[in-house]
């Protein structure tokens, strides 16, 4: 039962991961690929737990986590490019 | 006074003993003492970057609200999801100004939040004079209805813990 | 019976971030795709951390709570990105599709 929910739940984040890299590819505007680059990184967060799950291996979490904050910061530092030109004041 | 000086942010000190704990997963004595002892040092070296007390008034009306605002994510993206996956054709999206009556720069940015987490809006602007929040609106049937919910459903609670400094 | 509940969890999950991403791919202009990200991809997210912590919580002995601690960093983060994406796309002005009503105070 868990292995089927798990094989159904990575062909669905697989095409999420798929639809928002074409967004990344076809733009068209900067920001819509900066949320696409967003998108992209809360995807693969989730992609890597059902690893985790999957393998039965809590080491994955780590990644994730590891993920998350970069991909937080990589998203802030390209925004408030984009607002001021500039990263640090 | 002497309190004051070893826990500049006694709350800050709790989140970080607590977020400690959580990333190793365990509650070993040990991480227990290491925690501790980070918990209360963090906060002292870093105590000249937060210049400003955070006044919480009522903090079991705030674990109530953010128990609450979990709730309305839940329903709020079912809304989300049926608009999104229905005709878009039928969407109405627009920008309002939303009158704010918080004036805590804590509360702004908390409503801030739970308003991008909640049904078809997001906050995208705030005014200079921190007057009014700009807010995108996936779909607008009636304007009124939906600054009227924000304010019944967010900043009246908001309004509520968090007192003027 | 918990096996039931992890299965729900893990599908539900994998609906609503695939439901976010549908949404950044189809609709129109850049304010409407910001919708979808932020707020279904968070939920899905965070369902699937939430099954995560129970079936290691259950496979282990002792619970498993720091799934929660991501969970908790993307509810925070989600909104706060939103909002600077979202401030940058006013900044330089993207289009916005034409039938954007824009609601003076």
Redesign the interface.
């Known amino acids: 039962?868990?292995n089927?929910?798990?094989s159904?739940?990575?062909v669905?984040?697989a095409?999420?991961?798929l639809?928002?890299f074409?967004?990344l590819i076809i733009g068209p505007?900067?920001?819509?690929r900066?949320?696409?680059l967003?998108?992209l990184y809360?995807?693969t967060?989730?992609l890597l737990?059902?690893l985790?799950?999957n393998l039965?291996s809590?080491l994955y979490?780590e990644a994730?986590?590891l993920i998350?904050?970069m991909g937080?910061m990589g998203?802030?530092a390209l925004?408030?490019y984009?607002?001021r030109g500039d990263i640090m004041e | 006074m002497m309190f004051r000086r070893i826990f500049p942010h006694p709350l800050l000190t709790l989140i970080l003993w607590a977020?400690w704990l959580?990333?190793?997963?365990?509650i070993d004595p040990g991480h227990i003492v290491l925690g501790g002892a980070l918990a209360v040092f963090i906060p002292w070296l870093t105590s000249s970057y937060w210049p400003e007390q955070i006044n919480i008034r009522r903090p079991w009306k705030l674990v109530h609200y953010i128990l609450y605002v979990l709730w309305d994510?839940?329903i709020?993206?079912v809304i989300?999801?049926k608009?999104?996956?229905g005709p878009?054709k039928k969407?109405?999206?627009?920008?309002?100004?939303y009158?704010l009556q918080l004036t805590s720069p804590v509360g702004i940015s908390l409503l801030?939040?739970?308003?991008?987490?909640t049904p078809?809006t997001?906050?995208?602007?705030l005014t200079e004079d921190r007057r009014?929040l700009?807010i995108?609106a996936?779909h607008?049937d009636d304007?009124a209805e939906i600054k009227a919910e924000i304010y019944r459903k967010f900043e009246k609670p908001l309004l509520e813990i968090f007192v003027v400094c | 019976m918990l096996?039931?509940t992890?299965?729900?969890l893990?599908?539900l999950?994998?609906?609503?971030?695939?439901?976010?991403?549908?949404?950044?791919?189809?609709?129109?202009?850049?304010?409407?795709?910001?919708?979808?990200?932020?707020?279904?991809?968070?939920?899905?997210?965070g369902a699937?951390?939430v099954?995560?912590a129970i079936?290691?919580s259950l496979?282990t002995d002792?619970v498993?709570?720091?799934?929660?601690?991501?969970t908790l960093?993307?509810?925070?983060?989600?909104?706060?990105?939103?909002?600077?994406?979202?401030?940058?796309?006013?900044?330089?002005k993207?289009?916005?599709?034409d039938?954007?009503?824009?609601?003076?105070?």
């Open positions: 039962m868990l089927l929910a798990l159904i739940a990575f669905m984040v095409i999420a991961i639809l928002s074409i967004r505007s900067v920001p819509d900066i949320l696409a967003d998108t809360i995807n967060i989730a737990i059902l985790g799950i039965q809590a979490f994730a986590l998350a904050v937080f998203t802030l925004s408030k984009l607002l | 977020i959580l990333l190793n997963n365990s994510i839940l709020a993206n989300v999801a608009l999104i996956l878009q969407l109405n999206p627009g920008f309002l100004h009158e801030a939040n739970t308003i991008s987490l078809g997001v906050s995208c602007d009014y700009l995108h996936l607008i304007v | 096996e039931w992890l299965a729900i893990i599908l999950g994998a609906f609503f971030t695939l439901v976010g991403s549908i949404g950044l791919f189809k609709l129109p202009d850049f304010y409407m795709r910001l919708h979808g990200p932020t707020k279904a991809s968070t939920l899905g997210v699937i951390l099954a995560s079936h290691f496979k002792g498993s709570l720091h799934e929660i601690l991501v960093f993307l509810f925070i983060t989600a909104p706060v990105s939103a909002h600077l994406m979202a401030k940058a796309a006013i900044h330089i993207v289009k916005q599709v039938r954007t009503r824009q609601l003076e105070k």
